[in-house]
């Protein structure tokens, strides 16, 4: 994790000059956004599949396709319908995405090597906060690099078989469960990318108030594990649970309704004989 862990605490001294905007907005989103999608993602599940679908789509139809509003919000709006037509397999393919994700991120650390680090000491040295135009292109800078050394490592093949495998038996497995094991699959996909924004957005907000939340959870490795684990599950469990009720009481207003029109008919068959 040294080449990782090097990159993030670069950004972590870097960020602590971030104008205000860059950092607070994205952080309290992530966190609302976090917290609905963590707590109640299987209630809501095609209304965050169709903007699943949206925003993916929007981000192909801009960059691939065209960087005019019209197309891109088409393109949308089309992936937004397709995946909510094919519901499922967007789950599955989404749960089977933050396994792979999660994998790589444990077993490849490791060999991510500090090649060609980001010359940006002279903003880390200004005692004055950059602009956000300038943040932006920081980020952006960040982004290519990590995403870079990823490729790298990646291509270069420097992790061994057996990680590979380990990382190949994850997307396998929870293919199969997404499959079989649907509505779990489901809980557990949105009970840990909701925990995963919580994470992300907390950590944004405290490199605002420059608490060095990368280099503590770094150094806690094991304790913040644990509690991402222990959000994971207990959204999942919550979800079941509270999903399950939300159901059963939507069946019984429709088992109510279709017996009161019932009724009605019967009534008005009895007045007009």
């Not at 999608?37 to 903007?51: M, P």
């Not at 519901?87 to 077993?107: D, K, N, P, Y």
């Amino acid at each position: 994790m040294g080449a990782m862990l090097e990159i993030f605490q670069n950004f972590e001294q870097v960020a602590a000059r971030f104008a205000p905007l860059v950092l607070i907005v994205p952080g309290l989103v992530a966190i609302i956004v976090g917290l609905f999608i963590w707590l109640g993602g299987l209630c809501f599940r095609r209304l965050l599949v169709a903007l699943v679908g949206a925003i993916a789509g929007g981000i192909c139809g801009f960059f691939l396709i065209s960087r005019n509003f019209i197309s891109t919000a088409l393109v949308a709006g089309l992936a937004a319908l397709i995946a909510i037509i094919f519901e499922r397999l967007i789950i599955t393919i989404l749960l089977a995405a933050l396994a792979t994700a999660f994998g790589l991120a444990i077993l490849l650390g490791p060999y991510i090597q500090a090649e060609n680090p980001l010359n940006l000491g002279k903003i880390v040295n200004q005692d004055s906060t950059v602009t956000t135009g300038q943040s932006i292109e920081i980020l952006k800078a960040y982004a290519i690099e990590f995403i870079g050394r990823i490729k790298s490592t990646l291509a270069g093949s420097r992790m061994p078989l057996h990680r590979w495998a380990i990382i190949a038996a994850l997307a396998v497995i929870f293919t199969i469960a997404g499959f079989w094991l649907w509505r779990l699959a489901s809980a557990l996909c949105y009970a840990a990318l909701g925990t995963l924004l919580i994470f992300a957005g907390m950590i944004l907000l405290l490199l605002y108030k420059g608490s060095a939340p990368i280099t503590k959870i770094a150094a806690g490795t094991s304790f913040y594990a644990a509690v991402f684990i222990g959000m994971t599950a207990f959204g999942t469990v919550e979800q079941l649970l509270l999903c399950r009720y939300e159901e059963r009481k939507s069946k019984r207003k429709k088992r109510a309704d279709k017996d009161n029109q019932d009724s009605v008919q019967t009534t008005r068959s009895w007045r007009n004989a």
